[in-house]
C-alpha cells in the first residue's frame, strides 16, 4: 500500500520561504508520479507542481518561478522549495502519487480529469503579509 506523509509545513511571513517534504513508501516499482496540491480555507484545490520519476517536471502558473520540486531517490522523498511566498500561498498542501499514466503538465493543469490515486494527510502553510 503507498503511503504518503508531508511536513516542512509552517508559519512564515511574506517573502520567505519554506521547504516541504513527502515521504512516500509501498511503491512497487521505481515508477511514479509525485504532485503537489493545496487547498485553501473556502477555496477549491489546486495543483500545484507535478514530478515523474523520469525526471520531467511541470508547475502551476501561479507558482512557476517560485516554486521547486525535486527529489532523493536515497530517501524515496519528494521536496516542494517555496520561495518569494505570498499571503495567498496560505493552503494545506497535500502530496498525491499515481503510476505515470499521464505527463506532468495533464497532472497540474487537468487535475479534475487527471487525477491522482494516492493521497497524504497535509501539512498547513501559513503565509502573514
Known amino acids: 500500500e503507498v503511503q504518503l506523509v508531508e511536513s516542512g509545513g509552517g508559519l512564515v511571513q511574506a517573502g520567505g520561504s519554506l521547504r516541504l517534504s513527502c515521504a512516500a513508501s509501498?511503491?512497487?516499482?521505481?515508477?511514479?508520479?509525485i504532485g503537489w496540491f493545496r487547498q485553501a480555507p473556502g477555496k477549491e484545490r489546486e495543483a500545484v507542481s507535478c514530478?515523474?520519476?523520469?525526471?520531467?517536471?511541470d508547475y502551476s502558473d501561479s507558482v512557476k518561478g517560485r516554486f521547486t520540486i525535486s527529489s532523493d531517490n536515497a530517501k524515496n522523498t519528494v521536496y516542494l522549495q517555496m520561495n518569494s511566498l505570498k499571503p495567498e500561498d496560505t493552503a494545506l498542501y497535500y502530496c498525491?502519487?499515481?503510476?505515470?499514466?499521464?505527463?506532468?503538465?495533464?497532472?497540474?493543469?487537468?487535475?479534475?480529469?487527471?487525477?491522482?490515486?494516492?493521497w497524504g494527510k497535509g501539512t498547513l502553510v501559513t503565509v502573514s503579509a
Open positions: 514530478m515523474r520519476s523520469d525526471g520531467t517536471t
Open positions: 509501498g511503491f512497487t516499482s521505481g515508477d511514479y508520479a
Open positions: 498525491a502519487a499515481d503510476p505515470p499514466d499521464y505527463p506532468c503538465y495533464y497532472y497540474t493543469h487537468y487535475p479534475d480529469q487527471y487525477g491522482m490515486d494516492y
